[in-house]
């Protein structure tokens, strides 16, 4: 997502600008929309800020080679999450005065509150994003020493933050502070540098110190402060390694974070005591929302496996009749809609050229559009009358992962969302919104059974056809994991609802056809075990996601993979987390670039 650098060093570096851009560009491979800096002009002694839409160099293309500027120095590359991709919502972001000078990552959850309160207080702000409210807290509270005024502010804020801030007024440090969004220094020889990622200090120093959440540090020219003793540590990884977070790939990278993504996505929007959801984005079509009568869902690939999902859960805890169609269909066929029926577009680019179409179709037709988007200010986002972000962070490798389980903790969302506007009783609400808040746990320990994926994945890599099998809520997990495994490891894999076996698909079950089945302990669990026996009579080898403490399911099946307990309607966010990994193993396993399969894009941009 967005990234950090700052640096200072002991003797005032012309050089520090173009220090700090080199390092920001080592954090490139994050994903970014837009970048920025401020720096200490020493011979104005102000502070210079500069802001640039697009890749970096753009930035540099904005830097007049005649300036000479001295340090300290912030810089930062944004992926946006609150407000469209402009130069303004660029960061880093100052205060009425032009005194505080800061770059944000993470979520300011009372960023509204806040602001309210700020501009009721005079203060004036010129961008749309949370990160604003900071530097003005900041302002507030400044009374000539930068930690103090930084200290103060923080200890009004909810939400997560890593920062690093300068002052004109107290010019000769740059202080930072972090809380649940990563950030360390960087202990060079009489230089420091404060970073979101190792891989932007690792050209100047291995040496480094973490901080814990709750701290914070102040770098000057010659010295560093943090309030607690701290060791600094030496970073081992390479230069490459660094830019995948130590990750021999992007892949497995995204899939370690699948517990983050579901947090992002939730962040903020879960009201427990009220047993409801809070979507900002849907606030202007609250009331056109109430009627609505009809949903259509309409997505591509992994995408559309989750609105399958979402079909589920909206029909069962909204009450809204939904359908679902892959978008490269869905603009074929005539649909028959009326001002009544609302169409939910699901798109991780917001830039997939069949769902864009799709999206055309309906608004040319007058109904309602909300968009289901990762990438803020894509088409899709500026094209539907409404949405929600599902704020999952780049995703770089082509396979989908990590923005899946993001659109299906939305989706579950949506569902109370829509739910409580209409029947769902108050302790439904809250029974759904206090499991949401539990899965980023429940997605952290299903991801301990990596070492285990990977034994399997050796067990079967050399199977030609597997079989996914699902009911209900995953059934769609059956479609996504087959997806997956096909997408990167060029194995024949299909997806198939687990009834329809005995249909036709079950004639190519022997002993070389092995069948993934996914089977948590829920309201279709005996018609999944009868499925399963379907399959071993026919010698089919059968690998199980279960339910942690269903012991019996071992008598069955050859291999089983646990995953917590949860409620029904979320199970899927927690079982295609095996499959993910099960997908990835199995690939890597084979010798395949797992990050860029053959034959696929990430982004795909044509019909
Ligand atoms: C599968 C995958 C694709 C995308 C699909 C839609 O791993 O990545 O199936 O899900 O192309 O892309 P978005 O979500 O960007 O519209």
Not at 86 to 92: E, G, I, K, L, S
Not at 235 to 258: D, R, S, T, V
Not at 375 to 380: F, K, N, P, R
Request: charged share 25%; glycine share 8%; net charge neutral.
């Amino acid at each position: 997502m967005c990234g950090i650098v700052g640096y200072i060093s002991k003797d005032g570096n012309p050089n520090s600008l173009r220090l700090g851009v080199e390092a920001l560009k080592r954090l490139e491979y994050r994903g970014y929309d837009s970048a920025g800096f401020a720096i200490w002009d020493a011979n104005k002694k102000d502070i210079f800020c500069q802001k640039a839409v697009g890749r970096i160099n753009k930035l540099e293309e904005k830097i007049n080679n005649n300036s000479v500027f001295d340090n300290p120095v912030i810089l930062h590359t944004r992926w946006a999450t609150h407000g469209g991709v402009t130069d303004c919502n660029a960061h880093p972001h100052c205060d009425c005065r032009k005194n505080i000078y800061l770059v944000h990552n993470g979520i300011i959850e009372n960023y509204k509150e806040l602001k309210e309160q700020l501009i009721k207080e005079g203060h004036k702000f010129s961008s749309e994003t949370d990160t604003e409210v900071l530097s003005h807290l900041v302002e507030k509270f400044f009374k000539g020493n930068l930690e103090e005024a930084v200290r103060r502010a923080l200890s009004l804020v909810r939400g997560t933050y890593g920062i690093a801030v300068i002052s004109r007024e107290d010019p000769k440090k740059i202080v930072a502070a972090r809380l649940g969004s990563p950030l360390l220094l960087g202990l060079g020889e009489n230089e420091y540098l404060i970073a979101s990622d190792p891989s932007a200090v690792i050209a100047h120093t291995k040496k480094v110190i973490y901080l814990d959440d709750g701290e914070i540090a102040t770098l000057t020219p010659e010295n560093f402060f943090i309030l607690k003793e701290k060791k600094p540590e030496e970073i081992e990884w390479k230069l490459e390694e660094a830019q995948k977070g130590g990750f021999p790939h992007f892949m497995l990278k995204e899939i370690m974070e699948e517990p983050e993504t579901i947090e992002n996505a939730l962040r903020g929007r879960l009201i427990i005591e009220e047993g409801r959801v809070k979507l900002g984005g849907l606030d202007g079509i609250q009331e056109k929302l109430r009627k609505i009568n009809r949903l259509i869902l309409v997505a591509c690939g992994t995408a559309s496996y989750a609105a399958r999902v979402g079909e589920y859960m909206l029909e069962e805890y909204a009450g809204i009749p939904t359908e679902v169609d892959t978008a490269s269909e869905f603009r074929y066929r005539k649909p028959i809609v009326d001002k009544n029926t609302a169409a939910i577009f699901i798109s991780q680019s917001g830039e997939t050229a069949d769902t864009l179409a799709a999206l055309k179709e309906m608004k040319q037709k007058g109904i309602l559009t909300i968009g289901i988007t990762n990438v803020v200010g894509s088409t899709q986002a500026r094209e539907t009358d409404a949405g929600v972000y599902t704020r999952s962070g780049p995703e770089i490798a082509v396979a989908s992962t990590k923005a899946f389980l993001g659109q299906l903790a939305t989706l579950a969302m949506f569902a109370v969302y829509l739910g409580r506007q209409r029947e769902m009783a108050l302790v439904m609400g809250k029974r759904i919104v206090q499991e949401l808040a539990k899965l980023p746990e429940l997605a952290k320990e299903t991801l301990k059974s990596a070492p285990e994926i990977e034994k399997l994945a050796k067990n079967y890599k050399d199977f030609n056809n597997f079989w996914f099998i699902g009911r209900k809520y995953n059934y769609p997990i059956a479609l996504e994991g087959a997806l997956k495994l096909k997408e990167i490891s060029y194995l024949h894999a299909e997806g198939v609802g687990a009834g329809e076996l005995k249909h036709g698909p079950i004639a190519l079950i022997d002993e070389t056809f092995p069948t993934v089945a996914i089977l948590p302990s829920d309201s279709v669990y005996e018609k999944m075990v009868s499925n399963i026996q379907e399959v071993k009579a026919r010698r089919g080898k059968v690998l199980a996601i279960a339910t942690q403490g269903n012991e019996d399911i071992k008598k069955i099946v050859d291999d089983v993979i646990y995953i917590p307990k949860t409620l029904e309607m979320l199970t899927p966010i927690l079982s295609v987390i095996p499959l993910h990994l099960f997908a990835y193993y199995t690939a890597v396993l084979l010798g395949h670039d797992v990050d860029k399969p053959r034959n696929l894009a990430k982004s795909v941009t044509v019909e």
